[in-house]
């Protein structure tokens, strides 16, 4: 079954820039049926999905987000990524990578990575 | 899109049932039969439980059933056991977005 793995740093400062990386076990990443989401939990508070990407590129981003978020693939490298500007301690969230099928469900999740804001 | 609402917490003894809530609007929940279920336990990746409302993936126990009506969804588990413990998240589609709960958190007495 494929594996999905987050990575970056733990800590980011205010106003910097968060990035993660997600690690995909298996050539999925190229198929058409499937999305590649973030999702974040921030504390005391349920998931939220911040983001998708598709093979070809195209992405879904939250509209409270949509000023500050990028995601990107590299098919090639079988990963996807998370770039988050301008964070502030709002932001701070254990991160989750995950698989999409279709329009319809999480089918596998990473571990997810806290990432905390703070000076 | 507002989160779905889920009991904070429910709880069972070994061997009994619990079920627990998801509820949304007639533009999540009630329009759609996307509702999904996530079982977490800390430090661990989730683990779909539930798609379509009512499917369960191959390997998930037929003890974790799923069913809809109007704009709520539920997770009913059946003969409790200790491993249940854990998180449970639903999720549903909505126009274009997706809406996740709060989560539940099931403790095993």
């Known amino acids: 079954q494929v594996q999905l793995q987050e990575s970056g740093p733990g800590l980011v400062r205010p106003s910097e820039t968060l990035a993660l990386s997600c690690s995909v076990s298996d050539d999925s990443i190229s198929s058409s049926r499937y999305y590649w989401a973030w999702i974040r939990q921030t504390p005391g508070k349920g998931l939220e999905l911040i983001g998708t990407?598709?093979?070809?590129?195209?992405?879904y981003y939250i509209s409270s987000l949509r000023s500050r978020i990028t995601i990107s693939v590299a098919t090639s490298r079988r990963q996807f990524y998370l770039r988050l500007d301008s964070v502030t301690a709002a932001d701070t969230a254990v991160y989750y990578c995950?698989?999409?099928?279709?329009?319809?469900?999480?089918?596998?999740w990473g571990q997810g990575t806290l990432v905390t804001v703070s000076s | 899109q507002s989160a779905l609402t889920q009991p904070r917490a429910v709880s069972g003894s070994p061997g009994q049932s619990v079920t627990i809530s998801c509820t949304g609007t007639s533009s999540d929940v009630g329009r759609y039969n996307f509702v999904s279920w996530y079982q977490h336990h800390p430090g661990k990746a989730p683990t779909l439980i539930i798609y379509d409302v009512t499917k369960r993936p191959s390997g998930v126990p037929d003890r974790f059933s799923g069913s809809k009506s109007g704009n709520t969804a539920s997770l009913s588990i059946s003969g409790l056991q200790s491993d249940d413990e854990a998180d449970y998240s639903c999720c549903s589609y909505a126009d274009s977005a997706w809406v996740f709960g709060g989560g539940t958190k099931l403790t095993v007495l």
């Open positions: 990407i598709y093979k070809g590129g195209s992405t």
């Open positions: 995950a698989r999409r099928v279709g329009i319809y469900y999480f089918d596998y």
